[in-house]
């Protein structure tokens, strides 16, 4: 070991001080694993006088990270500041003047990670962001080197903790979301303010980041569709409880020739499905290559210790590649696949209405699905006095014509109401 590796920290919250301990702690093993010693070389924060419990000596506390980025001694830097700017900036920086970066920041990486490689490219450095997707499970390294000589065909998974807690609760007790929310925000599952994850914005962050890994194509969070959890009722969860299925926020990403799709929205899943075992604030993702088959990742997807796991991987291998002068790989878009809209998705519909009970409705109904061409798989109708629920399950069919199907249903007058419209994945 002749050298010492500098490396400058920005951001210094939940995962920045786990990665700080984490440094302190294992310092002796990880110098073994990379070839060198790892150094804090400065801590990039916005009040350097508040008084934190870290190993560390205080001096290293700066509020001017874009000085600490540009020291000629600073071989690595580490972003867990997230958001847009002064990220972008910060790691460009880092990147066209040749030094490796690792960054947790998924909103960056979806939002313009074209940017960011270019400046990996310009100056000839590493990018790593293991930390990015599903904390501590190790993901992208698989999607971007150990899967790289296969065919990927579709990558599915629960990729948010929060949502994923929320549906286990409304599942298990029968609560409504409201009750499960509060739930997950008494517990520390939950932000104050949810909405980027009960909106889905979290989770389309990295289903992005993963289509762009599986299908060798830029895929940024403009492109994928998304829907949150927030109009899942407890009704709908007890629905899929009587067809064996259970209710998740799926980011699905599916490559069918020339195209990919990326959506995030909940839907039923078999309980069989390896995705249908997933509870609590847990994460999986179920990925399907040609060569492979099926392969699951499964541990946990947030917290400071799990991501402050994931950053130091990533920490000792852009670190061995600054000794040895060798890159890691580099972005891959040289499929350019045509990014389609949700209409032209394949999908399935678990519909349930609100109808008058009388004869001719079951054939009312089924003319509106024929005339989009959509088949119906399974049919249930339960009667309450002159009303009735009629619960139907679809066939696979392109988004677009199913939409058009449930319009359609809104406009008879057999219909008193569509009560609820989900998707189903899996097979079931």
């Not at 009722?233 to 009587?242: E, G």
């Not at 067809?243 to 069918?256: F, Q, S, Y």
């Not at 099926?294 to 130091?312: D, E, I, K």
């Amino acid at each position: 070991m002749t050298r010492t590796l500098k490396v400058a920290l920005l951001g210094c919250g939940t995962v920045g001080s786990e990665v700080v301990r984490l440094l302190d702690a294992n310092g002796g093993d990880l110098a073994a694993r990379v070839g060198a010693p790892l150094e804090i070389a400065g801590i990039a924060v916005r009040r350097p006088g508040r008084v934190r419990d870290l190993p560390v000596d205080p001096s290293l506390f700066t509020t001017d990270a874009a000085a600490l980025v540009a020291r000629d001694d600073v071989d690595v830097v580490v972003e867990v500041i997230g958001g847009i700017e002064p990220a972008r900036t910060l790691i460009t920086s880092a990147l066209r003047a040749g030094k490796a970066v690792v960054t947790a920041n998924k909103a960056l990486l979806a939002e313009d990670g074209a940017t960011l490689h270019a400046a990996a490219a310009e100056g000839e450095a590493d990018l790593y962001y293991e930390a990015s997707v599903a904390g501590a499970i190790p993901l992208l390294r698989p999607l971007r080197e150990s899967l790289v000589g296969d065919d990927v065909r579709r990558v599915m998974g629960i990729v948010n903790g929060t949502t994923n807690f929320v549906l286990t609760r409304m599942d298990e007790t029968g609560a409504g979301f409201a009750e499960a929310l509060d739930e997950a925000t008494a517990l520390g599952y939950a932000e104050a303010d949810p909405t980027a994850d009960v909106e889905g914005f979290d989770a389309a962050a990295k289903a992005a980041i993963l289509a762009g890994l599986a299908f060798h194509t830029r895929v940024t969070a403009a492109d994928v569709h998304r829907e949150g959890i927030t109009e899942v009722t407890a009704a709908d969860v007890a629905s899929a409880k009587a067809m064996g299925c259970v209710v998740k926020l799926l980011a699905i990403c599916e490559r069918d020739g020339d195209a990919v799709n990326v959506r995030v929205h909940p839907a039923m899943i078999p309980r069989s499905h390896p995705l249908g075992g997933v509870r609590e604030a847990y994460n999986a993702v179920f990925v399907e290559a040609v060569s492979a088959g099926q392969l699951m990742f499964y541990g946990r997807g947030a917290g400071g210790a799990p991501t402050a796991s994931a950053v130091l991987g990533d920490l000792v291998a852009v670190g061995r590649g600054v000794l040895s002068g060798a890159r890691g790989a580099g972005e891959s878009s040289y499929a350019d696949l045509r990014v389609t809209p949700m209409g032209e998705a394949v999908t399935r519909y678990h519909v349930s209405l609100d109808v008058a009970d009388k004869a001719g409705v079951l054939a009312a109904v089924a003319q509106a699905f024929s005339a989009h061409d959509v088949s119906i798989r399974t049919v249930r109708q339960e009667g309450h006095g002159s009303d009735a629920s009629l619960v139907v399950v679809t066939h696979t069919a392109t988004d677009a014509a199913l939409r058009a199907t449930v319009e359609e249903l809104r406009r008879l007058d057999v219909v008193r109401a569509v009560a609820s419209v989900m998707r189903v994945e899996g097979q079931a």
